[in-house]
């Protein structure tokens, strides 16, 4: 047992070296390590690897080994020659034919918020996103730096599609849904466009990225065309009532600091938009993961 100072420092070298970590898994996926091992037929030598992946053998070797240490990656060692494969979490989430990967969204994070982030600091003294100095993006066109090519375009929506693949079903069970006969998933340019007429309105991920005037503008068109008994179908990541937890909704919501126009929310701050804008009977429900859902109706 070491002393509390020396827990303290472990902690704060586990928190410093956080961006390190992110940079292995995010290495890893863009070099294909995860891809290659789910092909290959059994498992790889580092110098297979680095061969196939044309990447140099010492930094391959140290990649891999970092990897069985984040758990991403197993060793096993055949002839005194160690031989590398997936982990079954890597199988899953990180080979692109994983029936769960989150490949997209890991790339879309290395090459988009990973570069924001860097301006976190500037995001907190301005209290703006920071894609004019990541990407050269005016700040209020917040989706500019997304859609920089087609290829980032596909890489988001994706990754998004990823997302739900592992989340979307615990949402969307947090309610019964069958009093809405016809629902729209609300995407495009939602401020400007012609809305459909709906039962219901999802709205997966799309409060967090505005600010309260333009969320409640938002909610105010949607009023306009939702049907009678109607409501709104909310799906963010809830901050606790004092706003101080989960971690990862409040890291969430410094995300949407660095990239966007908005924030992370509590319950009580969805009501507070929610009502105003003509949708009173609000009810939150937690699912136990990362995204939560808010129903409120007409």
């Known amino acids: 047992m070491g002393s509390p100072e020396d827990q303290a420092y472990r902690l704060l070298k586990e928190h410093c070296n956080g961006f390190m970590v992110s940079q292995v898994l995010f ?8 891809d290659l091992l789910a092909e290959a037929p059994g498992p790889l030598a580092s110098a297979e690897v680095a061969a196939r992946l044309a990447s140099s053998p010492r ?4 990649l891999l080994d970092a990897c069985v240490s984040l758990k991403l990656l197993q060793v096993d060692v055949r002839r005194g020659k160690a031989v590398y494969g997936n982990t079954e979490l890597a199988s899953t989430y990180l080979a692109r034919t994983g029936p769960r990967s989150q490949q997209n969204m890991l790339l879309y994070m290395a ?4 570069t924001c982030w860097g301006h976190l600091a500037e995001a907190v003294r301005e209290g703006r996103n920071q894609y004019l100095k990541a990407f050269g993006a005016p700040a209020e066109q917040l989706f500019t730096a997304i859609y920089r090519s087609e290829a980032e375009q596909l890489l988001f929506m994706r990754g998004l599609q990823e997302v739900w693949s592992v989340c979307g079903g615990s949402v969307l069970a947090a309610f019964d849904l069958s009093p809405f006969p016809l629902i729209c998933d609300l995407g495009g340019d939602f401020f400007t466009d012609p809305l459909p007429h709906a039962d219901l309105y999802i709205l997966a991920r799309v409060l967090h990225d505005w600010s309260d005037e333009k ?16 409501g709104v179908l909310v799906i963010e990541s809830l901050l606790d009532a004092d706003g101080r937890g989960p971690l990862t909704t409040q890291l969430y919501s410094l995300n949407m600091l660095v990239q966007t126009e908005g924030r992370e929310r509590t319950a009580a701050q969805y009501r507070a938009l929610l009502a105003p804008a003509g949708f009173p009977r609000v009810h939150c429900r937690r699912t136990g993961g990362t995204y939560d859902a808010v129903l409120a109706r007409k």
Not at 27 to 33: F, I, K, P, R, W
Not at 59 to 62: L, R, V, Y
Request: charged share 15%; glycine share 12%; aromatic share 6%.
């Open 111 to 114: 090459r988009t918020t990973y």
């Open 59 to 62: 930094g391959t070797e140290q």
């Open 215 to 230: 969320c409640s503008q938002l909610l105010a068109r949607i009023h306009h065309a939702c049907k009678a008994g109607g």
């Open 27 to 34: 290495s890893a996926c863009e070099l294909g390590v995860f």
